[in-house]
């Protein structure tokens, strides 16, 4: 089973997208927008910006996890994952997204 990117909104009246792998977890998760619209901007921009290595970020959290977020070429972050337990979880993390998202349907939820 091939990925999707979920929206929902939230009870703040927000919009959010997951992108979720085939086995339905999520590997991308965004931040709220005020409107549907501007969501499925943030899913275009996740396609568009995925295709380079550089425009991911891999942090470490202070509980020692491993993490990435997806920026745009202007820095601003898109997208940021889960918490791995090892960089080599990240990295599969990072190609899932790369795998996925160019090709996700969008799903409402």
Known sequence: MA????????????????????????????EGYRARASCLNGIESVRKHCAVDGNFERKTAKNGKNY??????????????????????CEKG???????APTAPIAES
């Open 68 to 89: 990435f977020t997806l920026n745009a070429s202007n820095g601003q972050v898109i997208g940021k994952s889960q918490m791995y337990a090892s960089a080599a979880s």
């Open 94 to 100: 990072i190609a899932s997204v790369k795998a996925n």
């Open 3 to 30: 990925g999707k990117f979920e929206i929902k909104v939230g009870s703040n009246g927000e919009h959010y997208f997951s992108l979720k792998a085939g086995n339905g977890l999520v590997i991308l998760g965004s």
